[in-house]
């Protein structure tokens, strides 16, 4: 079956970065795209962007364009977002999920920005 | 960019209840609406896609509808375990989710 398995929660420090996994199996990895997601805390959800892990081609929000970056392992299905120059701003949960209907996703990554 | 409207925010139902969600778009999204359901604690779970797709394994009781900018989710008869908060979200132009709906239990 799909999953996407999340790594775990980070606690960071302002102006810090912060690097967070997706490791996809039950499919093949670059037959899909996958999508990062914000959600701060009893908000709504936002779109980061999304990255092909085919041919590690990617679009983002432009809302997050200096802020994120994604990439792939295609050798061990994993995603990757790094999220940099963190603020108390970024403290949310952030999910990735598959495809373009954002069919399966991630359990989430709690990131808690704190000195 | 395209904003989405979910009204209500909050709404209460009872057991056996049909109940109505509704999602409205800034602009025609071309039927490119799905319907997510969060439970407390957990990730997102995709219901329908385009407008009026069942996912794999959701119940019957959910159903979708709509077109240009106004779409709805409707549970015909509400379970105690669809007590969540409900997401629609378009993918016509990149992709905005809205504000949610939390459905309680009366």
């Known amino acids: 079956q799909v999953k996407l398995l999340q790594s775990g929660a980070a606690l960071v420090k302002p102006g810090d970065s912060v690097k967070m996994s997706c490791k996809a199996s039950g499919y093949t990895f670059t037959d899909y795209i996958i999508h990062w997601v914000k959600q701060s805390h009893g908000k709504s959800l936002e779109w980061i962007g999304y990255i092909n892990p085919y041919s590690g081609g990617t679009n983002y929000n432009e809302k997050f364009k200096s802020k994120a970056t994604l990439t792939v392992d295609k050798s061990s299905s994993t995603a990757y977002m790094e999220f940099s120059r963190l603020t108390s701003e970024d403290s949310a949960i952030y999910y990735c999920?598959?495809?373009?209907?954002?069919?399966?996703w991630g359990q989430g990554v709690m990131v808690t920005v704190s000195s | 960019d395209i904003q989405m409207t979910q009204s209500p925010s909050v709404l209460s139902a009872s057991v056996g209840d049909r109940v109505t969600l509704n999602c409205k778009a800034s602009?025609?999204?071309?039927?490119?609406l799905n319907w997510y359901q969060q439970k407390l604690g957990e990730a997102p779970k995709l219901l329908i896609y385009?407008?009026?797709n069942l996912q794999t394994g959701i119940p019957s009781r959910f159903s979708g509808s709509g077109s240009g900018t106004d779409y709805t989710l409707t549970i015909s008869s509400l379970q105690p375990e669809d007590v969540a908060t409900y997401f629609c979200?378009?993918?016509?132009?990149?992709?905005?989710f809205g504000a949610g709906t939390k459905l309680e239990l009366k």
């Open positions: 385009n407008t009026n």
């Open positions: 999920a598959r495809r373009r209907h954002f069919d399966y």
């Open positions: 979200f378009q993918h016509n132009s990149w992709y905005t």
């Open positions: 602009q025609n999204i071309n039927k490119y």
